[in-house]
């Protein structure tokens, strides 16, 4: 029984760090995959380095054209969109 009182402090302190650390960020984690799971044409975004453009291309699983400006495209990864501004509303089924 006193070997178990000895660990009760370090359990209790993972339980805390568990609580206030890890869990909260697998949450941001898994909000950023939805979000950008939900990438379609037409959004306009901020990537990680700053840089704000339009969708004008979704090309595969993992990849996007973005438009910066009139005319400039760039090929950006999924994983570095850091967040949309406006959302485009999906197209109606007719």
């Known amino acids: 029984m006193e070997a178990f009182a000895q660990f009760v402090p370090l359990i209790l302190i993972f339980a805390i760090m568990y609580l206030l650390l890890i869990r909260p960020q697998q949450k941001k984690v898994k909000e950023h995959q939805a979000m950008v799971a939900a990438l379609r044409r037409g959004d306009e975004i901020?990537?990680?380095?700053?840089?704000?453009?339009?969708?004008t291309k979704v090309k595969d699983d993992n990849e996007v054209e973005?438009?910066?400006s009139q005319g400039v495209k760039v090929r950006?990864?999924?994983?570095?969109?850091?967040?949309?501004?406006?959302?485009?509303?999906?197209?109606?089924?007719?």
């Open 46 to 55: 901020v990537t990680q380095g700053g840089l704000i453009g339009k969708i």
């Open 66 to 68: 973005v438009e910066l």
């Open 76 to 94: 950006v990864l999924r994983p570095t969109i850091a967040q949309v501004r406006s959302k485009t509303e999906p197209a109606a089924n007719d």
